[in-house]
């Protein structure tokens, strides 16, 4: 399983920084570069008031990590993933599934 580990990807995370006027200015920051394995699983499209909307649904597959969680993004060749969900089968295991919708 992890020989098939083929791709870089840069992991990123949220970050909230107060603006001094009450708010907060959104960022997002790379916490880590891992080998992973990219499945396209497919897509929907839906028609928004006047455009259409494509929804491209991906798993990303890697070594099990303890940093990840829903929210977060990961970054392959210019291409941006948001992770839904983070599928870990436990300690036992030495891949961690990531459930991901790329942003266009």
């Known amino acids: 399983m992890l020989s098939t580990l083929t791709q870089r990807a840069t992991l990123v995370a949220r970050t909230l920084t107060p603006d001094g006027g009450g708010g907060f200015t959104e960022s997002w920051e ?58 870990d089968a436990g300690a036992r295991e030495s891949a961690v599934t990531l459930l991901c919708e790329e942003l266009t």
Do not use: C, K, N, Y
């Open 30 to 87: 790379a916490f880590a570069t891992v080998w992973v394995a990219l499945q396209p699983q497919g897509a929907t499209d839906s028609v928004g008031a006047d455009h259409l909307e494509s929804r491209i649904r991906h798993r990303i597959v890697l070594r099990r990590r303890a940093d990840l969680a829903a929210g977060q993004r990961a970054q392959i060749s210019g291409r941006v993933f948001r992770v839904h969900a983070v599928l």
